[in-house]
């Protein structure tokens, strides 16, 4: 059984930092492109950052540009999101995915696993 953790999530204030960690269980994902998206209450969820099999390439949402690093350690299964500056529009629960092929992918519907989500909350 394929199982994605995420863990990293809390609150925390304006201009704080908070790492996100994605763990996957059950098989491996060393060739697979993955991503982290977020979802805010009544809004669509949407790409944050995306990297491909081997972390040679990243992609970010132009509002966490700067400021958000997606990384991958295939030795540990584990996706990670360094996030720096945070802001209170970054509130969101934020999840982790696995794609379908290698690459960067930017919509829902290239990915095949989620994780359960991890609350993040930016206080002003």
């Known amino acids: 059984q394929v199982q994605l953790v995420e863990s990293g999530g809390g609150l925390v204030q304006a201009g704080g930092s908070l790492r996100l960690s994605c763990a996957a269980s059950?098989?491996?994902?060393?060739?697979?492109?993955m991503g982290w998206f977020r979802q805010a209450p009544g809004k669509e969820r949407d790409l944050v950052a995306t990297?491909?099999?081997?972390?040679?390439?990243?992609d970010y949402a132009d509002s966490v540009k700067g400021r958000f690093t997606i990384s991958r350690d295939n030795a540990k299964n584990t996706v990670y999101l360094q996030m720096n500056s945070l802001k209170p529009e970054d509130t969101a629960v934020y999840y982790c995915?696995?794609?379908?092929?290698?690459?960067?992918?930017?919509?829902?519907?290239?990915?095949?696993?989620w994780g359960q989500g991890t609350q993040v909350t930016v206080s002003s």
């Open positions: 995915a696995v794609a379908r092929y290698s690459g960067m992918y930017y919509y829902t519907d290239a990915y095949d696993y």
């Open positions: 990297i491909n099999w081997n972390g040679g390439s990243t």
């Open positions: 059950g098989r491996t994902f060393t060739l697979k492109g």
